[in-house]
């Protein structure tokens, strides 16, 4: 039997116990270059065991509302930010580990401007954007090991707006 989610839009106090959220809202920290660039300095806690940070561009299929899912993912030995390369709205599912494996889940409409981080070990859905392009900046872990979990739903969750 399906059960619904309704996606809820992004905060950074609802996100907390998964990931970072990214975006410049308010004041900057400080400006630089010749008080030119507001910077927003620190927004993410980067984490990784046993490797080293890289940058890969994903290109993903677009998705629409209501959407269907069984699959989740985590990664046990890096955090993983998405910063999408363009200004539309996008979807982000994540799920509270429940004893090794996922919880109930989580959705999020994540808005123009806006970025996020998953902490190292988030359960989470597959990059679904909800427009094209589907092209995301990814910031991982590169290393050796194996770095994917996944695990499938008994039954799937519809997401809806």
């Not at 839009?9 to 004041?27: E, I, Q, R, S």
């Not at 300095?41 to 899912?69: C, E, K, N, Q």
């Not at 806006?114 to 988030?122: L, R, S, Y």
């Not at 090991?145 to 997401?159: F, I, K, M």
Request: with cysteine; charged share 15%; aromatic share 10%.
């Amino acid at each position: 039997m399906t059960q619904t989610l309704l996606a809820q839009p992004l905060t950074a106090a609802a996100f907390t116990p998964f990931g970072d959220v990214l975006d410049a809202n308010g004041a900057p920290d400080k400006l630089i270059n010749a008080d030119l660039c507001g910077r927003y300095h620190d927004r993410a806690t980067l984490d990784f065991a046993d490797g080293r940070a890289g940058i890969s561009i994903f290109d993903a299929v677009p998705r629409s509302l209501p959407y269907a899912f069984d699959l989740v993912e985590r990664h046990p030995e890096g955090s993983q930010a998405f910063v999408p390369m363009h200004q539309n709205p996008w979807l982000v599912i994540v799920a509270p580990d429940a004893g090794g494996r996922p919880g109930d889940p989580l959705a999020f409409l994540v808005g123009p401007g806006q970025a996020i981080n998953f902490h190292k070990g988030t359960w989470h859905g597959v990059l679904t954007p909800l427009h094209a392009p589907g092209l995301f900046a990814v910031i991982d872990r590169i290393g050796a090991g194996t770095n994917l979990q996944e695990v499938r739903y008994p039954a799937p969750w519809r997401v809806i707006a």
